[in-house]
T-cell receptor
Framework: DVKVTQSSRYLVKRTGEKVFLECVQDMDHENMFWYRQDPGLGLRLIYF???????EKGDIPEGYSVSREKKERFSLILESASTNQTSMYLC???????????FGQGTRLTVV | QQQVKQSPQSLIVQKGGISIINCAYENTAFDYFPWYQQFPGKGPALLIA?????SEKKEGRFTISFNKSAKQFSLHIMDSQPGDSATYFCAASTDSGYSTLTFGKGTMLLVSP
């Protein structure tokens, strides 16, 4: 079974803090993705990576950055957290050339 | 610009009834159309998917109907069960190896006992 593990289920951070969300997958997938999920807005793509050290902006990259130093790990970084970044964050991975994306359980981030 | 429009936003169906969720897309380059199912506290998981070379795909109680000319596709859940209560997302992508999924906004389905 593919497993995508997000390091935290719940996080509470203060405005202005630098926040790291970590994601690890165990199936040697080349592609990894970060989405945020908000009620009524669905899943919106923040950043994605096709391979190690590669990154591409998604639809809503402002205020975020990412790091992919190892194939199995994809980190989402909030450089200076703001209250409008309070959301559910979902990581996903996919085999190169594949179609099915496998999601982690999500990290619910609250910025106060 | 929302490329995949999903409706309704929420749906209540009685046990044994048929649940129908609709999606419409704009980008004619899309050629892969999956549905994801998400239970509370879990990440989305692939439920069923279709490509535009067929008009219908059925897996158990779940059926996707696809209308290429209308650029619409829908999910039908037959004999809906309380265990089907979840949020459903339609999505679309191209077949490129570098494609990303574009999701609809989701439908929260509640199947009443």
């Amino acid at each position: 079974d593919v497993k995508v593990t997000q390091s935290s289920r719940y996080l509470v951070k203060r405005t202005g803090e630098k926040v790291f969300l970590e994601c690890v997958q165990d199936m040697d997938h080349e592609n990894m993705f970060w989405y945020r999920q908000d009620p009524g807005l669905g899943l919106r793509l923040i950043y994605f990576s096709y391979d190690v050290k590669m990154k591409e902006k998604g639809d809503i990259p402002e205020g975020y950055s990412v790091s992919r130093e190892k194939k199995e790990r994809f980190s989402l970084i909030l450089e200076s957290a703001s209250t409008n970044q309070t959301s559910m964050y979902l990581c996903a991975s996919r085999r190169a050339g594949g179609t099915e994306a496998f999601f982690g359980q999500g990290t619910r981030l609250t910025v106060v | 610009q929302q490329q995949v429009k999903q409706s309704p936003q929420s749906l209540i169906v009685q046990k044994g009834g048929i649940s129908i969720i609709n999606c419409a897309y704009e980008n004619t380059a899309f050629d892969y159309f999956p549905w994801y199912q998400q239970f509370p506290g879990k990440g989305p998981a692939l439920l069923i998917a279709i490509r535009p070379d067929v008009s219908e795909k059925k897996e158990g109680r779940f059926t996707i109907s696809f209308n290429k000319s209308a650029k619409q596709f829908s999910l039908h859940i037959m004999d809906s069960q309380p265990g089907d209560s979840a949020t459903y997302f339609c999505a679309a992508s191209t077949d490129s190896g570098y494609s990303t999924l574009t999701f609809g906004k989701g439908t929260m389905l509640l199947v009443s006992p």
